[in-house]
């Protein structure tokens, strides 16, 4: 059973940085697509940042040049490393799961999820 555990949420001004932490276990497939999504009240889950088997994909163009996203040498920990952020990235951040690769990004096709940890950035 795979499980997902999200840390390093809190407040932080506007132009500061965050790193969040997502700690994996059970995964034993061979290839994998790992992501952050996050979610604001009343707004679908989006993702943000994803790398699978092959290296990191894409970022959203909302976060482009200031997150970035990394993996531990043993693939047990993800990382999201947050720079200048801005009010409008507060949300609830979300690590998520598959054990294919990122060919779709869409949460319904991620089977694992975390509980999320929340991000406040005021002004």
């Known amino acids: 059973q795979v499980q997902l555990v999200e840390s390093g949420g809190g407040s932080v001004q506007a132009g500061g940085s965050r790193r969040l932490s997502c700690a994996a276990s059970g995964y034993t497939s061979r290839r994998y697509c790992i992501a952050w999504f996050r979610q604001v009240p009343g707004k679908e889950r989006e993702e943000v940042a994803s790398?699978?088997?092959?290296?990191?994909?894409p970022y959203a163009e909302a976060v482009k040049g200031r997150f970035a996203i990394s993996q531990d040498n043993a693939k047990s920990g993800l990382y999201l490393q947050m720079n200048s952020l801005k009010p409008e990235d507060t949300a609830t951040y979300y690590c998520a799961a598959k054990t294919i690769d990122c060919l779709s990004n869409s949460p319904i096709d991620f089977a694992y999820w975390g509980r999320g940890t929340q991000v406040t950035v005021s002004a």
């Open positions: 790398l699978d088997t092959d290296g990191t994909l």
